[in-house]
């Protein structure tokens, strides 16, 4: 029998009444090319009624689309989806609306089964799609995709797709958010949510062509698309257009990417958000299911961490198995924005809003009629590993308790958090469980070791009519009485409007401490994200009233305005956030500096990566050093920098004792003996840790200048060029060597053997302190032609390849500034920002389509402020910044204390996706040829003015009086020793 795919209905109309659930009008429209189809026969226009893109039969695909582009800036659009004549395994597989403009044009097709007929083999490239799917065993929904993705649906319901009735879908694209509305034709029932969408991103362009794919697989189904209308719309994102509006803190949830999507306020102790598994960083937006809410997370740090003070709601009779309390939602009906959370729990039909201050949290359950209402508390319940519990009902409106878990990256230690949970209504009953043993009426739990069964605690309210209970929780890391304290001095009677609107407001003061303009909405979000996700840490670690646990162990009191920060993301953070925190948040920096200096005092080391009060030796070097001195240069002096010297320059030169949980600097003997860590007495990355090493060295070394101490500012430098004595001049690559002075071997630069988290090819370039030192050994030449190869590729990586997703040679695309070719470093950073981030509520915050990474507490995303800014830190602590191309045309950075101007302008003069090349730069409208500048220049409230074009200029920032200070440049006496 011949297979037809029939077209019918493809309508333009003047106006969509989108809020209506009839049928629209439509009049024929003709501009769509011949179908396309595989495993059918070619497609068969039918009355202009409608479009069968598959015909019942199986392992079926097919497409079509407009035969000219049309505007996608902002439309509406419609359409009726129907199946029949399911095949005897259930309806499959779905269809998609598709804007595109794949290479292939209007014969472009993917793949069919779950592709769609959007992915898979031939997936449809520089799209964007809204996917319907009716097998079951991928979940009967909808999604939103690029470049071919397909799958992850979220349930539409009460709505179902693959019921056989006519599904009227409506968009609204305004620009910014897709707005979906779905209505069963035949029942009346309906869906609908929104959420951010880009296309123009996906797509690559303001116009695309459109239309739609579907497909079938083993299973089988006939697949019709009638009624369908379009109208391109003016776009309505801008009137939305706040800073902290265009906050998508979603972006980051998928691709390993590792963030968490719930309520904080700004470095706050806590970070209230959903978890949607198990020994994990807590939420992946792919996951199914939310388990429940908890108090404590970190952001993209790579481990699992937190998920203390764990809670969710309920209906009905209390179950207590963790199957039982977990529950499936739908990113329809699921929001955030800064400082808020909200989700539906699908099977207890439950809406649960989140907001946060710095110490407390707060959770709004509203619950449906006619069924008992519940909130459990399985505190044992953690994202690492519990090893203590306690939980007790002091009253009918509050619960107390404690919780011990690990810390986080499997390090040896655990930390108590201290919980008051107080109830805007009291409830009506109670009880506690051990395992699965519920004991009704019992008002305490507790669990004395791991090997015990996990604990929890539920209150109860009767069934009767809609309820709203807001669960008021505070924390501290000290005592039940710090925690009770942090909730009535921060929550106390304000409700949870109130407490989300101040939330809101701080963010407001945050994210406008930039101002930018120009650049496509896509680049706002993207910047305003990053903005957002580098002020969540380090975090607050004190209590309001200022005690807090030291690394002594002991309780210590701060004097009054003084705040003790926690958890540093040291080997990542010194590179790119660090400064940006410098430079948006000084005040703050200061106290994160002292915060250093007490850990350092009561712990006895510097430490690398501190969780909280201890000290975890994740990574290596010592970054915390260099986050410490780029302070200092910066101008930030309000702290003990005598004892922050002190432990710095011991680290830097000392073994720390035995027995001790700190490491120090790894094999500073041998360091001290033969200037480099020998790879034979190394167990862990001998070139990655003298890199590092080197680089805190040049970074103290400009301290001790700073504080007068000359002579040890001559010794630190002389270390800082260590790195030199792994360069092989045999293979110009920087090698793993051994006590004895001999290469280890083999040796490829494609080999982890020797490197951290990273090869010889993303390891060649970590001089930062000493870019033209590099390039003089490598030789000019050479040193271009690697970099031209190692950038061949950037928006995914190889052992070979540039690595986006990860801090060793975050700083490679800078260095033509030094090698005589900086409009490479113009285009090809420029090229980063619109590949590699991403923008889209499943999009990374890196890795937009095929990378995986994790943020590493405000890294990545401080990488990609400075660069859409226009300038970067490469070598932080020398207080010098290398210039790139802005992505907007205006810049206005608010100063603060203690800089002595009150706002740095940037202007980009013609800056658009074709002109990133810099043709002039202008300093306080005196012309300048260097391609850097140095800090004070920012500090002093100046003007930065740049002109772009599409053409590079090969004369600008050329020449060796024009590049970027190095350590062997400024102290040539150094390459004598």
């Given at each position: 029998?011949a297979?037809?795919?029939?077209?019918?209905?493809?309508?333009?109309?003047?106006s969509?009444?989108?809020?209506?659930?009839?049928?629209?009008?439509p009049r024929?429209?003709?501009?769509?090319?011949?179908?396309?189809?595989?495993?059918?026969?070619?497609?068969?226009?039918?009355?202009?009624?409608?479009?069968?893109?598959?015909?019942?039969?199986?392992?079926?695909?097919?497409?079509i689309?407009?035969?000219?582009?049309?505007?996608?800036?902002?439309?509406?659009a419609a359409f009726?989806?129907?199946?029949s004549?399911?095949?005897?395994?259930g309806?499959?597989?779905?269809i998609?609306?598709?804007?595109?403009?794949?290479p292939?044009?209007?014969?472009a097709?993917?793949q069919d089964?779950?592709?769609?007929?959007?992915g898979g083999?031939?997936?449809?490239?520089?799209?964007?799609?809204?996917?319907?799917?009716?097998?079951?065993?991928?979940?009967?929904?909808?999604?939103?995709?690029?470049?071919?993705?397909?799958?992850?649906?979220?349930?539409?319901?009460?709505?179902?797709?693959?019921?056989?009735?006519p599904?009227?879908?409506k968009?609204?694209?305004?620009?910014?958010?897709?707005?979906?509305?779905?209505?069963?034709?035949?029942?009346?029932?309906?869906?609908?949510?929104?959420?951010?969408?880009n296309?123009?991103?996906?797509?690559?362009?303001?116009t695309?062509?459109?239309g739609?794919?579907?497909?079938?697989?083993?299973?089988?189904?006939?697949q019709?698309?009638?009624?369908?209308?379009?109208?391109?719309?003016?776009?309505?994102?801008?009137?939305q257009?706040?800073?902290?509006?265009t906050?998508?803190?979603?972006?980051?949830?998928?691709n390993?990417?590792?963030?968490?999507?719930g309520?904080?306020?700004?470095?706050?102790?806590?970070?209230?958000?959903?978890?949607?598994?198990?020994?994990?960083?807590?939420?992946y937006?792919?996951?199914?299911?939310?388990?429940?809410?908890?108090?404590?997370?970190?952001?993209?740090?790579?481990?699992?961490?937190?998920?203390?003070?764990?809670?969710?709601?309920?209906?009905?009779?209390?179950?207590?198995?963790?199957?039982?309390?977990h529950?499936?939602y739908?990113?329809?009906?699921?929001?955030a924005h800064?400082?808020?959370?909200?989700?539906?729990?699908l099977?207890?039909?439950?809406?649960?809003?989140?907001?946060?201050t710095v110490?407390?949290?707060?959770?709004?359950?509203?619950?449906p009629?006619?069924?008992q209402?519940?909130?459990l508390?399985?505190i044992s319940?953690?994202?690492?590993?519990t090893h203590?519990?306690?939980?007790q009902?002091?009253?009918?409106?509050e619960?107390?308790?404690?919780v011990?878990?690990?810390?986080f990256?499997?390090?040896?230690?655990f930390?108590?958090?201290?919980?008051v949970?107080?109830?805007?209504?009291?409830?009506?009953?109670?009880?506690?469980w051990?395992?699965?043993?519920?004991?009704?009426?019992?008002k305490?739990?507790?669990?004395?070791?791991?090997?015990q069964?996990?604990?929890g605690?539920?209150?109860?309210?009767?069934?009767?009519?809609a309820?709203?209970?807001?669960?008021?929780?505070g924390?501290?890391?000290?005592?039940?009485?710090?925690?009770?304290?942090?909730?009535?001095?921060?929550v106390?009677?304000r409700?949870?409007?109130?407490?989300?609107h101040s939330?809101?407001?701080?963010w407001?003061?945050?994210?406008?401490?930039?101002?930018v303009?120009?650049?496509?909405?896509?680049?706002?979000?993207?910047?305003?994200?990053?903005?957002?996700?580098?002020?969540?840490m380090p975090?607050?670690f004190?209590?309001?009233?200022?005690?807090?646990?030291?690394?002594?162990?002991?309780?210590?009191?701060?004097?009054?305005?003084?705040?003790?920060?926690a958890?540093y993301?040291?080997?990542?953070?010194?590179?790119?956030?660090?400064?940006?925190?410098?430079?948006?948040?000084?005040?703050?920096?200061?106290?994160?500096?002292?915060?250093?200096?007490?850990?350092y005092?009561?712990?006895?080391?510097?430490?690398?990566w501190p969780?909280?009060?201890?000290?975890?030796?994740?990574?290596?070097?010592?970054?915390?050093?260099?986050?410490?001195?780029?302070?200092?240069?910066?101008?930030?002096?309000?702290?003990?920098v005598q004892?922050?010297?002190?432990?710095?320059?011991?680290?830097?030169?000392?073994?720390?004792?035995?027995?001790?949980?700190?490491a120090?600097?790894?094999n500073?003997?041998y360091?001290?003996?033969?200037?480099?860590?020998?790879?034979?007495?190394?167990?862990y990355g001998?070139?990655s840790?003298?890199?590092e090493?080197c680089?805190a060295?040049?970074?103290?070394?400009e301290?001790?200048?700073?504080?007068?101490?000359?002579?040890d500012?001559?010794?630190l430098?002389?270390?800082?060029?260590?790195?030199r004595n792994?360069?092989?001049?045999?293979?110009?690559w920087?090698?793993?060597?051994?006590?004895?002075g001999?290469?280890?071997?083999?040796?490829?630069p494609t080999q982890?053997?020797?490197?951290?988290?990273?090869?010889?090819?993303q390891?060649?370039?970590?001089?930062?302190?000493?870019?033209?030192?590099?390039v003089?050994?490598?030789?000019?030449r050479?040193?271009?032609?690697?970099?031209?190869?190692?950038?061949?590729?950037?928006?995914?990586?190889?052992?070979?390849?540039?690595n986006?997703?990860?801090?060793?040679?975050?700083?490679?695309?800078?260095?033509?500034?030094?090698s005589?070719?900086?409009?490479?470093?113009?285009?090809?950073?420029?090229?980063?920002?619109?590949?590699?981030?991403?923008?889209?509520?499943?999009?990374?915050m890196i890795?937009?389509n095929?990378g995986?990474?994790?943020?590493d507490?405000?890294?990545?995303?401080?990488?990609?402020?400075?660069s859409m800014?226009?300038f970067y830190?490469?070598?932080?602590a020398?207080?010098?910044?290398?210039?790139?191309s802005?992505?907007?045309?205006?810049?206005f950075?608010?100063?603060?204390?203690?800089y002595?101007g009150?706002?740095?302008?940037i202007?980009?003069?013609g800056?658009?996706?074709?002109?990133?090349?810099?043709?002039?730069?202008?300093?306080?409208?005196?012309?300048q040829?260097?391609c850097?500048?140095?800090?004070?220049?920012?500090?002093?409230?100046?003007?930065?003015?740049?002109?772009?074009g599409?053409?590079?200029?090969?004369?600008?920032?050329v020449?060796?009086?024009?590049?970027?200070p190095?350590?062997?440049?400024?102290?040539?006496?150094?390459?004598?020793h």
């Amino acid at each position: 029998m011949a297979r037809r795919v029939l077209l019918a209905g493809l309508m333009l109309l003047g106006s969509i009444p989108l809020a209506s659930c009839t049928m629209e009008a439509p009049r024929n429209f003709t501009h769509f090319s011949s179908p396309n189809g595989f495993g059918m026969s070619a497609a068969v226009l039918n009355n202009g009624n409608a479009i069968e893109l598959t015909n019942g039969g199986s392992s079926q695909s097919a497409s079509i689309f407009t035969s000219r582009p049309v505007d996608i800036r902002a439309f509406k659009a419609a359409f009726t989806y129907q199946i029949s004549n399911p095949g005897r395994g259930g309806p499959a597989d779905g269809i998609a609306f598709v804007l595109q403009r794949d290479p292939r044009g209007t014969k472009a097709l993917g793949q069919d089964g779950a592709s769609l007929g959007y992915g898979g083999e031939g997936a449809i490239e520089h799209s964007a799609a809204f996917q319907l799917n009716v097998m079951a065993n991928n979940t009967v929904g909808f999604a939103v995709h690029s470049d071919g993705e397909t799958g992850f649906y979220t349930p539409t319901t009460p709505v179902n797709l693959a019921s056989g009735d006519p599904i009227r879908i409506k968009l609204h694209f305004d620009g910014m958010r897709l707005h979906v509305k779905l209505c069963d034709k035949k029942t009346g029932q309906r869906f609908a949510m929104e959420q951010v969408w880009n296309p123009v991103a996906s797509v690559g362009a303001d116009t695309a062509l459109i239309g739609f794919t579907g497909s079938s697989g083993s299973q089988d189904a006939r697949q019709v698309v009638s009624q369908f209308c379009y109208k391109s719309v003016r776009p309505t994102w801008r009137k939305q257009m706040t800073a902290v509006a265009t906050v998508n803190p979603f972006i980051g949830t998928t691709n390993e990417g590792e963030m968490f999507p719930g309520a904080v306020a700004p470095f706050g102790m806590v970070q209230l958000s959903p978890d949607t598994r198990n020994h994990s960083m807590g939420y992946y937006w792919r996951n199914p299911e939310i388990y429940g809410f908890s108090m404590l997370h970190m952001s993209g740090v790579g481990c699992p961490n937190g998920g203390d003070v764990f809670f969710t709601g309920t209906t009905g009779p209390v179950e207590v198995a963790p199957k039982d309390y977990h529950s499936p939602y739908s990113h329809g009906d699921e929001s955030a924005h800064p400082g808020f959370y909200q989700v539906r729990l699908l099977k207890p039909n439950i809406n649960v809003e989140l907001t946060a201050t710095v110490h407390a949290g707060l959770a709004k359950f509203i619950f449906p009629a006619r069924q008992q209402a519940n909130i459990l508390i399985p505190i044992s319940h953690t994202l690492t590993n519990t090893h203590q519990a306690e939980i007790q009902i002091v009253s009918d409106r509050e619960i107390e308790g404690m919780v011990k878990s690990q810390t986080f990256c499997g390090s040896h230690h655990f930390y108590r958090v201290y919980f008051v949970m107080r109830f805007s209504h009291r409830f009506k009953s109670f009880g506690t469980w051990s395992g699965s043993k519920v004991a009704a009426n019992s008002k305490f739990a507790k669990q004395g070791n791991w090997h015990q069964s996990p604990i929890g605690a539920y209150v109860s309210w009767p069934a009767g009519p809609a309820r709203t209970v807001t669960a008021s929780i505070g924390i501290s890391f000290v005592d039940l009485a710090g925690a009770r304290n942090n909730l009535a001095t921060e929550v106390g009677v304000r409700d949870f409007a109130q407490v989300r609107h101040s939330t809101s407001r701080q963010w407001k003061n945050v994210l406008n401490r930039i101002t930018v303009s120009g650049g496509t909405l896509s680049d706002r979000i993207k910047f305003y994200t990053a903005l957002y996700h580098a002020a969540l840490m380090p975090s607050v670690f004190s209590d309001v009233d200022g005690r807090y646990i030291g690394f002594d162990q002991r309780i210590h009191r701060l004097k009054v305005g003084d705040v003790q920060y926690a958890n540093y993301s040291g080997w990542d953070i010194y590179r790119t956030e660090a400064p940006l925190l410098c430079l948006l948040f000084p005040k703050r920096m200061a106290q994160m500096c002292q915060s250093l200096v007490r850990d350092y005092r009561q712990g006895g080391w510097m430490p690398r990566w501190p969780h909280y009060n201890f000290y975890t030796n994740v990574m290596c070097g010592s970054p915390l050093t260099s986050v410490i001195c780029t302070a200092y240069r910066y101008g930030i002096h309000n702290f003990d920098v005598q004892t922050a010297y002190q432990a710095m320059l011991k680290d830097a030169t000392q073994a720390p004792p035995r027995g001790k949980p700190y490491a120090g600097e790894s094999n500073i003997g041998y360091i001290n003996q033969v200037h480099y860590d020998p790879q034979d007495k190394e167990g862990y990355g001998a070139v990655s840790q003298t890199e590092e090493d080197c680089y805190a060295y040049s970074a103290l070394a400009e301290l001790a200048q700073d504080l007068g101490k000359h002579a040890d500012a001559q010794m630190l430098r002389k270390r800082a060029m260590y790195y030199r004595n792994l360069f092989d001049p045999s293979t110009h690559w920087m090698r793993p060597r051994n006590l004895d002075g001999s290469w280890s071997k083999p040796f490829k630069p494609t080999q982890a053997h020797g490197y951290i988290e990273g090869y010889g090819w993303q390891y060649l370039w970590l001089v930062p302190h000493d870019v033209t030192g590099l390039v003089n050994l490598m030789g000019r030449r050479l040193f271009n032609q690697r970099m031209d190869l190692f950038f061949r590729v950037v928006n995914q990586w190889n052992d070979t390849n540039y690595n986006p997703y990860n801090e060793p040679d975050l700083q490679a695309p800078f260095l033509y500034n030094w090698s005589g070719k900086p409009w490479k470093t113009q285009s090809l950073v420029r090229r980063l920002c619109a590949s590699v981030y991403g923008a889209g509520p499943a999009a990374a915050m890196i890795g937009r389509n095929t990378g995986y990474a994790n943020d590493d507490c405000g890294t990545m995303a401080s990488w990609l402020i400075f660069s859409m800014m226009g300038f970067y830190p490469v070598d932080p602590a020398s207080g010098t910044f290398v210039v790139c191309s802005p992505v907007f045309k205006t810049v206005f950075i608010q100063l603060h204390r203690p800089y002595r101007g009150h706002e740095f302008t940037i202007v980009a003069r013609g800056a658009s996706a074709s002109n990133k090349y810099i043709e002039s730069m202008a300093v306080d409208g005196a012309t300048q040829s260097k391609c850097w500048f140095d800090q004070q220049v920012l500090g002093h409230g100046g003007t930065l003015e740049l002109k772009l074009g599409a053409r590079p200029n090969r004369d600008w920032g050329v020449g060796a009086a024009n590049e970027p200070p190095s350590l062997s440049v400024t102290h040539p006496g150094l390459l004598t020793h």
